[in-house]
């Protein structure tokens, strides 16, 4: 069974700096990409940066050049580099992960974290 489990979020002053960690457990063989999305309050879930088996990534317009997404292939774990925050990056935090392959099975639907919450204040 595939599960999803963040952490690191909380509350930070703007300016400040998190980073998040998302394990994913299971019998794990590979990912095909792994990515963060956000929802805040009253809002729409959207993506913020994803991350491809091959290292390819993609970011929000709105987080170039503040967050980096990375990964870690042997621990099944990515993380996402939060500099220079906003207020209007408060949301709450969730990763995904698309493309799994396990030692038995190939499993082409996504799954989510239930999320951490990220407070930044003015």
């Known amino acids: 069974q595939v599960q999803l489990v963040e952490s690191g979020g909380g509350l930070v002053q703007a300016g400040g700096s998190l980073r998040l960690s998302c394990a994913v457990s299971g019998s794990i063989f590979s990912i095909n990409a792994m990515g963060w999305y956000r929802q805040a309050p009253g809002k729409q879930r959207e993506l913020v940066a994803v991350?491809?088996?091959?290292?390819?990534?993609n970011y929000a317009d709105s987080v170039k050049g503040r967050f980096t997404i990375s990964r870690d292939h042997v621990k099944n774990t990515a993380y996402l580099q939060m500099n220079s925050l906003k207020p209007e990056d408060t949301a709450v935090y969730h990763c995904?992960?698309?493309?799994?392959?396990?030692?038995?099975?190939?499993?082409?639907?996504?799954?989510w974290g239930k999320g951490t919450l990220v407070t930044v204040s003015s």
């Open positions: 995904n992960a698309r493309g799994i392959w396990t030692m038995t099975n190939y499993y082409g639907m996504d799954y």
């Open positions: 991350i491809t088996s091959g290292g390819t990534t």
